[in-house]
């Protein structure tokens, strides 16, 4: 069975950082696409970042701008999110995902199956 449990979300003022990790088990991770997606209230969830299961290949959403950061380590299961210059509208749940077909890389919601409960972040201005 997947599971994907994330953690390091909280409180942080406007201009701070947080760094999220995603654990995941039940899987080969070494041999799967990660991403974080993120859910503001009343919105539609959304792409934050991809990596490949090499970590060679990364996307981010437009409005990371620089500011985040996904990485994995294939020796711990983990996949990261640096986040700097926190924003008040970076406020959402994140939640880290797994496509079913391991290696297929997305940038697509729908192309994610397994997911993780989520942790929330917010930010104060």
């Known amino acids: 069975q997947v599971q994907l449990v994330e953690s390091g979300g909280g409180l942080v003022q406007a201009g701070g950082s947080l760094r999220l990790a995603c654990a995941a088990s039940g899987l080969t991770f070494r041999s799967y696409t990660m991403a974080w997606f993120r859910q503001a209230p009343g919105k539609e969830r959304d792409i934050v970042a991809v990596?490949?299961?090499?970590?060679?290949?990364?996307y981010y959403g437009e409005f990371v701008k620089g500011r985040f950061t996904i990485s994995r380590d294939n020796a711990k299961n983990t996949v990261y999110l640096q986040m700097n210059n926190l924003k008040p509208e970076d406020t959402a749940v994140y939640y880290c995902?797994?496509?079913?077909?391991?290696?297929?890389?997305?940038?697509?919601?729908?192309?994610?199956?397994?997911w993780g409960q989520g942790t929330q972040v917010t930010v104060s201005s």
């Open positions: 995902a797994a496509p079913y077909r391991g290696t297929f890389y997305s940038t697509t919601l729908s192309d994610y199956d397994y």
């Open positions: 990596t490949s299961w090499s970590g060679h290949t990364t």
